[in-house]
C-alpha cells in the first residue's frame, strides 16, 4: 500500500507555550497532512541542564490541545530522532533555525528543513525577564500561567 500522507516531525521542550510556538507549529503543520511532535521528558532536560517552569505532563497537554499537532510523544534521548523518523514514517524533519545543520544526518531518511524563528521571542528570554521580577510578582506570573493552564484543560474536554 502507497502511502499517501505527508508527515512532519518536531522536537522540543515547549515550556512557557508563547505565540513563537504557535507560529512554528502552525508552519510546520502546513508542511504536511500530520504534523508529530516530540517533548522532552523532564529527565531528558536535566541531563540537558535544562529546567522547565512546567512538567512534561502539563507541556504535553497544552502541545495535544493545540490543533496544528496531531500527536505527542515523549523524546527522552538524542538518539531516538532516526528510530521515530523511521518508526512513524516522516517525510520531513523540520527544527528551528538556530539547529541548522545539526541534524542533517537525517537528510538519507527523509527531507529535513530549518524554519526562521519568529523574531522577539524566545522561552529563554521570557524567563530572563521573570526571573528579574520581585518574588510577589512572580508568584502571580505562576499563579496566572498556571490558571492558563486549568483553562486549556477545560476547553480541551468540552
Avoid at 500522507?5 to 500530520?34: M, N, Q, S
Amino acid at each position: 500500500m502507497k502511502k499517501t500522507e505527508v508527515i512532519v516531525i518536531t522536537y522540543g521542550t515547549f515550556d512557557l507555550f508563547h505565540v513563537g510556538h504557535v507560529r512554528l507549529l502552525k508552519r510546520l503543520r502546513e508542511l504536511g497532512d500530520k504534523l508529530y511532535v516530540g517533548i522532552s521528558t523532564d529527565n531528558f532536560n536535566k541531563r540537558k541542564g535544562k529546567e522547565s517552569f512546567f512538567s512534561y505532563d502539563e507541556r504535553y497537554e497544552i502541545l495535544n490541545a493545540c490543533r496544528y499537532v496531531d500527536f505527542v510523544f515523549p523524546e527522552s534521548n538524542w538518539e531516538q530522532k532516526v528510530e521515530d523518523v523511521e518508526k512513524y514514517e516522516v517525510d520531513i524533519f523540520a527544527m528551528g533555525d538556530d539547529w541548522e545543520g545539526k541534524f542533517d544526518f537525517l537528510k538519507d531518511k527523509c527531507q529535513v528543513l530549518y524554519l526562521p524563528r519568529t523574531e522577539n521571542i524566545s522561552t529563554t528570554e521570557i524567563k530572563k525577564e521573570l526571573s528579574s521580577l520581585a518574588n510577589e510578582n512572580l508568584v502571580l506570573v505562576e499563579n496566572t500561567l498556571h490558571r492558563a493552564l486549568d483553562v486549556i484543560k477545560s476547553l480541551s474536554k468540552a
